[in-house]
């Protein structure tokens, strides 16, 4: 299998893309691809998780109707599609276990494009024989880059405001709530919270908190959630709570980003005491010393 760049070098390279060439992968790309994504076992926090690399068949995309801007995609030779049991921490674990399979297709030089829904019933359970207690949460559609995206696909990214991001102060804390952190007093950590900032996210609300504990090596991760976004999506579009994916995404950069810098840790449940929690703010789960 290549050599993979580093996670920071993944994570800043890639974008969301809709438009593909529609071309099929190579031999080669498949099988990366297949092994990667069959490798990935029970998730962060134990969830049973499996995934599958579909090839694109053309009423596919008839899946994806209903799901806001969503739903266009041109072009893909693939999809990545994953199930997962019911369990606590079930989409935390899903979008940790996506999002490391999504930035290995970065690394071979694929487009991906995050695909946030409720699927139990389509095309896409079908194809990984979805059981009757499982979900499929999300899929990710993967294929070649077109040269140039259509105008659709610069209409999606400006309205979202795609490129945009969250200052660092706006995110990440000291201690408490109310107490800016800023990337000169992270030391080694700068560059982890940096790639959480630059994460991709359900209409790039960008939902993730971070507070660094008194012990500077210990960080807590917290779901800010934008207000009636999960029941206004449930209503409109029948999405799961897929505030709690963008958790999984938060987590998996942080984590392989400390993992390239030779940070030793990882995510454990062990909430903190004593915050002055935002009205929307709720603990998800905590890093340091295994």
């Not at 210990?218 to 999405?239: A, D, P, S």
Request: proline residues 6%.
């Amino acid at each position: 299998m290549m050599t993979q760049p580093p996670a920071h070098e993944l994570i800043q390279k890639r974008v969301s893309c809709r438009s593909y060439t529609g071309e099929t992968l190579e031999h080669g790309l498949r099988e990366a691809m297949d092994t990667v994504v069959s490798t990935e076992g029970p998730g962060l926090f134990g969830s049973n998780l499996r995934f599958k690399l579909a090839t694109a068949a053309p009423n596919d995309t008839d899946s994806l109707k209903g799901l806001g801007t969503y739903g266009f995609i041109k072009g893909a030779s693939a999809f990545i599609i994953g199930a997962v049991a019911p369990s606590e921490k079930n989409l935390e674990d899903y979008g940790y276990a996506m999002e490391k399979i999504i930035l290995h297709a970065t690394g071979l030089g694929l487009g991906t494009c995050w695909l946030g829904g409720s699927f139990d019933r389509s095309r896409f359970a079908q194809k990984i024989n979805c059981k009757p207690d499982e979900r499929v949460p999300a899929v990710a559609a993967l294929g070649h880059k077109a040269d140039k995206r259509r105008l659709f696909d610069k209409t999606v990214r400006l309205i979202a405001r795609s490129t945009k991001r969250k200052a660092f102060q706006e995110l990440f804390f000291d201690r408490d709530f109310g107490r800016p952190l800023a990337p000169d007093q992270c030391g080694p950590f700068a560059l982890p919270l940096d790639m959480v900032r630059l994460g991709p996210s359900a209409s790039n609300k960008q939902p993730w908190r971070i507070i660094r504990d008194a012990d500077p090596n210990v960080f807590h991760l917290f779901l800010e959630r934008t207000k009636n976004y999960y029941e206004n999506n449930r209503r409109m579009f029948g999405l799961m709570d897929i505030q709690r994916i963008d958790m999984g995404i938060a987590m998996c950069h942080f984590d392989m980003a400390c993992k390239d810098a030779d940070i030793p840790g990882a995510w454990k449940i062990d909430p903190p005491t004593g915050l002055n929690l935002p009205r929307r703010a709720s603990y998800v789960s905590t890093w340091g010393a295994a």
